[in-house]
C-alpha cells in the first residue's frame, strides 16, 4: 500500500520560501508510470493543482504559479519536495502530496495534507 | 487553460435518493475525467477515472458518464456516509479541478 507524508514548517513569513518535502512509503518513486504532485485546498475552498514531477525530474507546472514554483526529486530518499517562493497570505492552505498516474491522470494516493499559514 | 463547471455548487437530498452532479469543460477533453469525494478534514478520495470506471473498492452506487465537454456523476441511492463535497477533475492538459459540489441530507 503506497503512503504518502507532507512534512515542512507549519508557517512561513511574507515574502520567504515555503519548503515542504513528501516522503513517499509502499512503493518507489523511481519505478515510473507516475507523476508524483503536490495540489493544495485554500481554507474552505476547492483543489488547485500546482504542479507534479516524473521520477526522471521532468516538471509540469500550474501556469498562475509557474514562476514561483519548483518541484524536485531525490529518488535515493524516495521523496519529492515543492519549493514555493515569494509567498503571501494568498499562499495560507492545505498542501497535499499525491500520486497520479501517468496515463489515466488521476490522483489515487494522498498524504494527509498540510496546512501552511504564510504571516508574519 | 480549460476551466470546469460544476452544478449545483450544493444540493441538499434524502437518505435513498438519487443524485446527479455535472460536470461541463470549456473545450473538448475527451473522456479524460476524474470525480473524487472529499469529507471534512480529509484529503479527496479518487471515485471515478476516464468518466465512467470505477475505482477499486467504490460502491457501485456512484456512476460518472460524459465524453467531450459534458459529464454526470450519478449516486444511485445517497447513504449517510456520501456527505462530502464532489469534485471532477480534467486531466486532457494539465490538471485542472471542478469547484465542487457540497451534497448534504436534508
Known amino acids: 500500500q503506497v503512503q504518502l507524508q507532507e512534512s515542512g514548517p507549519g508557517l512561513v513569513k511574507p515574502s520567504q520560501t515555503l519548503s515542504l518535502t513528501c516522503t513517499v512509503s509502499g512503493g518507489s518513486i523511481s519505478s515510473g508510470g507516475y507523476y508524483w504532485s503536490w495540489i493544495r485546498q485554500h481554507p474552505g475552498k476547492g483543489l488547485e493543482w500546482i504542479g507534479y514531477i516524473y521520477y526522471s525530474g521532468s516538471t509540469y507546472y500550474n501556469p498562475s504559479l509557474k514562476s514561483r514554483v519548483t518541484i524536485s526529486v531525490d529518488t535515493s530518499k524516495n521523496q519529492f519536495s515543492l519549493k514555493l517562493s515569494s509567498v503571501t497570505a494568498a499562499d495560507t492552505a492545505v498542501y497535499y502530496c499525491?500520486?497520479?498516474?501517468?496515463?489515466?491522470?488521476?490522483?489515487?494516493?494522498w498524504g494527509q495534507g498540510t496546512l501552511v499559514t504564510v504571516s508574519s | 487553460d480549460i476551466q470546469m463547471t460544476q452544478s449545483p455548487s450544493s444540493l441538499s437530498a434524502s437518505v435513498g435518493d438519487r443524485v446527479t452532479i455535472t460536470c461541463q469543460a470549456s473545450?473538448?477533453?475527451?473522456?479524460?475525467l476524474n470525480w473524487y469525494q472529499q469529507k471534512p478534514g480529509k484529503a479527496p478520495k479518487l471515485l471515478i477515472y476516464?468518466?465512467?470506471n470505477l475505482e477499486t473498492g467504490v460502491p457501485s452506487r456512484f456512476s460518472g458518464s460524459g465524453s467531450g465537454t459534458d459529464f454526470t456523476f450519478t449516486i444511485s441511492s445517497l447513504q449517510p456516509e456520501d456527505i462530502a463535497t464532489y469534485y471532477c477533475?480534467?486531466?486532457?492538459?494539465?490538471?485542472?479541478f471542478g469547484p465542487g459540489t457540497k451534497v448534504d441530507i436534508k
Open positions: 473545450q473538448d477533453i475527451s473522456n479524460y
Open positions: 477533475q480534467q486531466y486532457d492538459n494539465l490538471p485542472t
Open positions: 476516464d468518466a465512467s
Open positions: 499525491a500520486r497520479a498516474g501517468s496515463s489515466t491522470v488521476g490522483f489515487d494516493y
